[in-house]
């Protein structure tokens, strides 16, 4: 049995001695490979919904243009039902057509709908989705925003 052994722990440091691979330096492969990597962040949107009754910024992946008009239009399309489920809802009616003017400031925002459907709540929601929707596309809101309604008009509004 001793024997036995013996010739295991030989065999075995011969075999790690004999494996052909010799030591070297450092060898330069150039640069490190590209394309895709685990864990790149993915393009996203800044929604504002309501939680608890306050107001919440929710995170999406989005793979289109992101521009301060079409998401909007994602923020009037409300909640998905995973965010739904997780308590967050809105307080804008579904479907309204918007869309926002960034081509002088202050940036205005024209809703279809009424001041009155919109205040407190869902103006807030319109205004802090247009203003991260700048943000993210380095736009300054130096002036604030003017949202055009059916039936009034609010300038100098700002995410609060």
């Given at each position: 049995m001793k024997l036995r052994r013996l010739f295991v722990v030989f065999a075995s440091v011969l075999a790690l001695a004999g494996c052909g691979i010799q030591p070297t330096g450092v060898v330069p492969a150039g640069d490190a490979p590209g394309g895709f990597q685990l864990g790149a962040p993915r393009p996203q949107i800044t929604l504002y919904f309501v939680?608890?009754?306050?107001?919440?910024p929710v995170q999406r992946a989005w793979a289109r243009d992101a521009t301060p008009t079409t998401v909007l239009t994602e923020l009037f399309g409300g909640p998905t039902r995973t965010e739904e489920?997780?308590?967050?809802?809105?307080?804008?009616?579904?479907?309204?057509?918007?869309?926002?003017?960034t081509s002088a400031q202050p940036v205005t925002v024209t809703?279809?709908?009424?001041?009155k459907m919109l205040y407190p709540i869902g103006l807030q929601q319109v205004v802090c989705?247009?203003?991260?929707?700048?943000?993210?596309?380095?736009?300054?809101?130096?002036?604030?925003?003017?949202?055009?309604?059916?039936?009034?008009?609010?300038?100098?509004?700002?995410?609060?």
């Open positions: 939680y608890a009754g306050q107001l919440s489920q997780e308590g967050f809802y809105s307080t804008l009616s579904p479907g309204r057509h918007v869309t926002v003017d809703v279809s709908e009424s001041m989705t247009v203003s991260a929707s700048l943000a993210a596309s380095g736009q300054p809101v130096s002036k604030g925003i003017t949202v055009v309604a059916s039936d009034t008009k609010l300038e100098s509004l700002y995410c609060n």
